[in-house]
């Protein structure tokens, strides 16, 4: 875990390192603790805490007025403010401030906890109650939340009431406390990289299940293969939060097209060899052009394929670029 333990006195570093023991990370102190494996700062707090701004976890050993006062200003959004975490010089408590649901702040408290023997102190309503807490669930299964709006009106919802929930794939007839199968409703849960709409207000979540396979002519700029796969994944009602990766032939591996548009949306970009993409089972329209020009007849299609998967969009054609689409196989559990 990528931590930064903020620690001011000699005490608090000596619990800061018993942290670190358990959750990996740095040790930052006021310049006059540094030395070995403390790392100073100079300058104020509030400065040091916001270079480490986009850490996973700030943990700090301390008040917790000192910790609420030094992240104040840098907290923005809980979809991607980091944990921060709160324990005295004695590790007697530990208090998630901040992120507790889908920063992680409250699961890192309870595994604090446990290993160096302190007590969680987690007030969120739902840990509280004992119900399903629906931005953590999804936060750990790597989910995107599509309407924050919506998932704190589920939250509340399910204080109160059971939730319905669906899904495109099977799930356990045992549901957490909190939610209740079903697929009709004033408020509820879908799961799907479709974008699925089956109560009056759907929180839908949606899992990185989309396979895209693209083939392109030298030169194709990053907007005609944004534009391309865009309009793919819309015409087939596919969500592009679903995008897990893309793949494309190696010989492409040198696009800066591709390569820009991928890191700019942070996909990961595999390449595959000829022979590979050729070993892909299935039957596809082939082109024999394509075939002289770099060795297989169908790139789009075998690389949308060449990790699994159904092809749940074929190829698509439009500006120098080919784009194709499989859904990788997903699925819910609740442990």
């Known amino acids: 875990m990528n931590a930064v333990i903020f620690a001011f006195t000699d005490n608090g570093v000596a619990t800061a390192r018993r942290v670190r023991g358990v959750i990996g990370?740095?040790?930052v102190a006021p310049a006059r603790l540094a030395g070995g494996d403390v790392e100073g700062?100079?300058?104020t707090l509030s400065d040091a805490v916001g270079g480490a701004f986009d850490s996973d976890a700030l943990v700090f050993v301390s008040a917790a007025g000192i910790a609420v006062r030094a992240v104040a200003p840098h907290a923005a959004d809980?979809?991607?403010?980091p944990a921060v975490l709160c324990l005295d010089e004695r590790a007697r408590f530990v208090i998630p401030l901040l992120s507790g649901h889908i920063g992680g702040a409250n699961r890192l408290a309870r595994t604090l906890a446990d290993a160096l023997g302190a007590t969680p102190v987690v007030t969120t309503a739902t840990d509280v109650n004992g119900r399903f807490a629906v931005d953590t669930w999804a936060a750990e299964r790597g989910l995107s939340i599509t309407d924050m709006a919506l998932a704190k009106a589920v939250s509340a919802a399910i204080l109160t009431r059971d939730v319905p929930f669906c899904a495109d794939v099977g799930f356990s007839d045992k549901l957490p406390a909190g939610l209740t199968p079903g697929e009709s409703g004033p408020l509820g849960v879908c799961v799907s990289p479709r974008d699925r709409r089956p109560f009056d207000d759907?929180?839908?979540?949606?899992?990185?299940?989309?396979s895209v396979g693209v083939g392109c002519k030298k030169g194709a700029s990053a907007e005609a293969i944004s534009a391309l796969i865009d309009g793919v994944l819309a015409a087939h009602d596919l969500r592009i939060e679903a995008v897990s990766r893309v793949n494309t032939i190696d010989v492409k591996r040198g696009e800066p097209g591709l390569i820009s548009?991928?890191?700019?949306?942070?996909w990961p970009l595999a390449f595959y060899s000829a022979g590979q993409l050729a070993a892909v089972p299935g039957a596809f329209e082939e082109s024999e052009f394509v075939r002289e020009a770099v060795g297989v007849g169908n790139v789009c299609e075998r690389a949308a394929l060449a990790g699994g998967g159904r092809l749940i969009a074929p190829k698509s054609a439009?500006?120098?670029v080919t784009v194709a689409v499989a859904e990788l196989e997903w699925g819910i559990d609740f442990d």
């Open 261 to 266: 548009l991928c890191a700019a949306r942070r």
């Open 25 to 27: 990370g740095r040790i």
């Open 41 to 43: 700062y100079e300058g």
């Open 202 to 210: 759907t929180l839908l979540l949606v899992p990185r299940a989309l």
């Open 78 to 81: 809980k979809r991607s403010d």
């Open 318 to 320: 439009g500006g120098g």
